[in-house]
């Protein structure tokens, strides 16, 4: 029967082949052998990303560096499987750093792109042996170069500008007064141009190129034009002032976007938009080395998240089914009403067919409402339009796909919910266990219930 769900989804909008990466007696084996919820991982499937990535950009007239940003999903086994497509990882936090440390990760492959810029921190990094660091302040700079100054370590600074435009997304991160990098021209000392003719004058600092990052789940990609464009004016700005000026790195951050609701452009289609504007920075101001900086694109699609429907009630013509999980494993729901693809996959091991409804309606689409275990209004999941919930019955399963970013990361213990297990589809189609679910036991001592 779920293959038949299977069908007639995929006949209304092509789910990428690589999603299903699991078959219904696996999910019924694996929900017996751990429980529910559970999140599945694709080891293919996050290699698939990196290749599908680097291919889109293959008609650059330079060097291209896939960069993983881990703040997406920081579990190990999933930046070992990076480690071996020999990628680059973009750090933000000391934590973030332990787990590159702790992972033996080749520093000459890592940027560090912090918000906070302490002198600490970037001492901490330097020793690590991290060269190429994005700052982005003034305050920033100044400590970078204490840091590099008491260490007697020379890195490679970028600039992460804010190119102030405009962009269409749910998650964006370049505009005016923003947090993130600084203006073009703005402040003082606060800009882009300052920052880089003080990099100049620094003999502890070599500068190595610009950073900026526009925002997440991009579909609309003329905010990269626009800010190629604003880039290419200060290009040529600091090049009549700075002789010596040269561009190394160019990284244009993340945004690559995902299927959750309805098809998103490829990372080809997306790439062709901005190709030329790329390719003139090349040919305007010499050979640098492009960084296409991904969290979302690179790991959403490796995951499905695996829930029990426990619960379900019927009335006015709707049907509100209860789940063992709730937005406490996938924030993105309350905090972006976030539409991943759902499927319904049968129970096999129980009598789930004896609850399939509690009047005998027929509830399709609108009329159902996934809703979470969670004590709070907005801990409902909103459906996307690939979503199949007709046989969403008490004892089945439901699938939830592409919940491989910001996802586990942001896992809480709300309503003292423990974490549930990770497992990984290895590349020789084995199972493993790469996250160990917690207990009460371990959330009791983790909240301080043991301290006497
Ligand atoms: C600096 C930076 N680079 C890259 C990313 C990754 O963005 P995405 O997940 O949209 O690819 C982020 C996400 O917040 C970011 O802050």
Same mark, same amino acid.
């Given at each position: 029967m779920v293959e038949n769900v299977v069908q007639i989804i995929q006949n209304k909008v092509t789910l990428s082949k690589t999603n299903r990466f699991i078959t219904n007696e696996e999910i019924n084996q694996l929900a017996d052998e751990y429980g529910t919820p559970l999140y599945?991982? +694709? !080891?293919?499937?996050?290699? !698939?990303? #990196?290749?599908?990535?680097?291919? &889109?950009?293959?008609?650059? +007239?330079?060097?291209?560096?896939?960069?993983? $940003?881990?703040? &997406?999903?920081?579990?190990?086994?999933?930046?070992?499987?990076?480690?071996? +497509?020999?990628?680059?990882? +973009?750090?933000?936090? @000391?934590?973030?750093?332990?787990?590159?440390?702790?992972?033996? #990760?080749?520093?000459?492959?890592?940027?560090? *792109? $912090?918000? *906070?810029?302490? @002198? !600490?921190?970037?001492?901490? #990094?330097?020793?690590?042996?991290i060269k190429r660091i994005v700052v982005s302040s003034y305050f920033g700079l100044i400590n970078l170069s204490q840091a590099a100054n008491i260490l007697g370590i020379v890195p490679k600074v970028m600039v992460r500008m804010n190119p102030e435009v405009g962009v269409k997304a749910e998650v964006r991160a370049s505009y005016r007064n923003g947090k993130f990098g600084v203006p073009l021209n703005g402040g003082k000392v606060d800009s882009a141009y300052y920052l880089v003719k003080s990099i100049y004058d620094n003999p502890m600092l070599e500068f190595e190129g610009f950073h900026f990052h526009l925002g997440s789940q991009i579909t609309n990609f003329v905010c990269y034009i626009n800010a190629l464009e604003r880039l290419n004016s200060l290009l040529n700005k600091l090049k009549k002032e700075i002789p010596t000026f040269s561009l190394k790195t160019l990284d244009i951050g993340g945004g690559t976007p995902v299927f959750y609701n309805e098809p998103v452009p490829s990372p080809k289609e997306m790439a062709a938009i901005y190709l030329d504007k790329l390719n003139n920075l090349v040919s305007n101001h010499g050979d640098f080395t492009l960084m296409i900086e991904s969290g979302r694109f690179l790991v959403a699609e490796s995951s499905i998240m695996i829930a029990k429907i426990v619960n379900t009630k019927e009335y006015n013509d709707h049907k509100i089914v209860i789940l063992d999980t709730g937005y406490h494993l996938l924030l993105d729901c309350a905090l972006l009403k976030q539409e991943y693809p759902q499927e319904v996959a049968t129970n096999t091991h129980n009598n789930s067919h004896l609850y399939s409804s509690n009047t005998n309606k027929q509830f399709t689409g609108k009329n159902i409402h996934l809703a979470g275990r969670l004590c709070d209004t907005l801990d409902i999941f909103p459906t996307s339009k690939m979503s199949d919930l007709t046989f969403a019955n008490v004892g089945n399963y439901v699938l939830f796909y592409n919940v491989g970013a910001y996802s586990l990361v942001f896992n809480m213990p709300f309503h003292c919910q423990t974490k549930p297990p990770v497992l990984m589809k290895t590349f020789d189609g084995g199972m493993k266990l790469i996250r160990k679910g917690t207990s009460y036991d371990d959330l009791f001592a983790e909240e301080g219930g043991l301290i006497p």
């Open positions: 599945l991982v +694709d !080891e293919q499937t996050l290699h !698939e990303k #990196v290749l599908e990535l680097r291919d &889109a950009y293959q008609n650059f +007239d330079g060097q291209v560096k896939i960069v993983y $940003s881990i703040k &997406a999903n920081f579990n190990p086994s999933i930046i070992k499987t990076f480690m071996k +497509d020999k990628i680059t990882f +973009d750090l933000t936090s @000391l934590g973030e750093l332990f787990f590159i440390h702790k992972l033996k #990760v080749d520093p000459e492959n890592v940027i560090y *792109t $912090s918000v *906070t810029e302490e @002198l !600490e921190e970037y001492k901490q #990094v330097l020793s690590y042996g």
